[in-house]
C-alpha cells in the first residue's frame, strides 16, 4: 500500500509569489488533513476534509491560504501570495473514516519564502 | 482534548528500555492515549494507542495506570533510529476530532 505523498518535497519562491502544495492520501482514505511547523514551533492543524468537503478549517491561517480537494481524491495547498512568515514544512495526513483511525502522515513539503 | 505534560527532553543508551512518561490527569472516560513520533526530515508516525488496557505492538509498549491520569510508552530495545521527538496526545474516538500536537519529548539515543 502506498503511504501518504506529497508534491513537491522542498520548495523555495520569493515572497509574493504564489505556491500550490500537493497531497495524495492513501487509497480509500476519506479524512484528508494539512498542518504545518514553522521553526522552532510546534506542528498546528490547518484544515480538516472528509471526501471533498471541509470539516473543519478553523486552523487556517488567513485567507492568503486556500485549500481544495474536488473529487474528494487528492488535495492541493494555494498560498497567495506568500509571506516570509508562511515558512515551514506543511504536511498531510489521511485516515480511514470507520473506528480510531490513527493518522497516516506524509514527509511534508518544506516551503522557504525568501 | 484533554492537556498533556511531557518532559521536554530525554536520553537513552543504544539497547536499553526508552521508558518517555506522559500526564493527561484531565482525561475523560472515553478519550484515548496516542503516542506518535517524529523524526527529523519525516512526517510524523503513529506508534501505538489505547484506552485503559496495557497495549503492545512491534514497535512498543503503552502501560496506562488504573486512574488513566498518566501513561508510559515504553521503547524495549532503543536504537540510534529511535531518536525523534515523541507526542502524547488524547483524543475522542470521533472521525471528526483533530490531532493536537503539543511540544512532545526529545528523545535522544546514545551510543
Known amino acids: 500500500e502506498a503511504g501518504v505523498t506529497q508534491f513537491p518535497s522542498h520548495s523555495v519562491i520569493e515572497k509574493g509569489q504564489t505556491v500550490t502544495l500537493r497531497c495524495d492520501p492513501i487509497?480509500?482514505?476519506?479524512?484528508l488533513y494539512w498542518y504545518r511547523r514553522v521553526m522552532g514551533k510546534e506542528i498546528k492543524f490547518l484544515l480538516h476534509f472528509v471526501k471533498e468537503s471541509k470539516q473543519d478549517e478553523s486552523g487556517m491561517p488567513n485567507n492568503r491560504f486556500l485549500a481544495e480537494r474536488t473529487g474528494g481524491t487528492y488535495s492541493t495547498l494555494k498560498v497567495q501570495p506568500a509571506e516570509l512568515e508562511d515558512s515551514g514544512v506543511y504536511f498531510c495526513?489521511?485516515?480511514?473514516?470507520?473506528?480510531?483511525?490513527?493518522?497516516?502522515f506524509g514527509n511534508g513539503t518544506r516551503l522557504t519564502v525568501t | 482534548d484533554a492537556k498533556t505534560t511531557q518532559p521536554p527532553s530525554m536520553d537513552c543508551a543504544e539497547g536499553r528500555a526508552a521508558n518517555l512518561p506522559c500526564n493527561h490527569s484531565t482525561i475523560s472516560g472515553n478519550e484515548y492515549v496516542y503516542w506518535y513520533r517524529q523524526i527529523h526530515s519525516q512526517g510524523p508516525q503513529y506508534i501505538i494507542h489505547?484506552?485503559?488496557n496495557n497495549e503492545t505492538n512491534e514497535m512498543a509498549s503503552l502501560i496506562i495506570t488504573e486512574d488513566r491520569k498518566s501513561s508510559t510508552l515504553i521503547l524495549p530495545h532503543a536504537t540510534l533510529r529511535d531518536t525523534a521527538v515523541y507526542y502524547c496526545i488524547v483524543r475522542l474516538p470521533n472521525r471528526d476530532d483533530k490531532i493536537i500536537f503539543g511540544k512532545g519529548t526529545r528523545l535522544h539515543i546514545l551510543p
Open positions: 487509497s480509500g482514505h476519506d479524512n
Open positions: 489505547g484506552l485503559k
Open positions: 495526513a489521511s485516515s480511514q473514516v470507520v473506528g480510531l483511525p490513527p493518522l497516516h
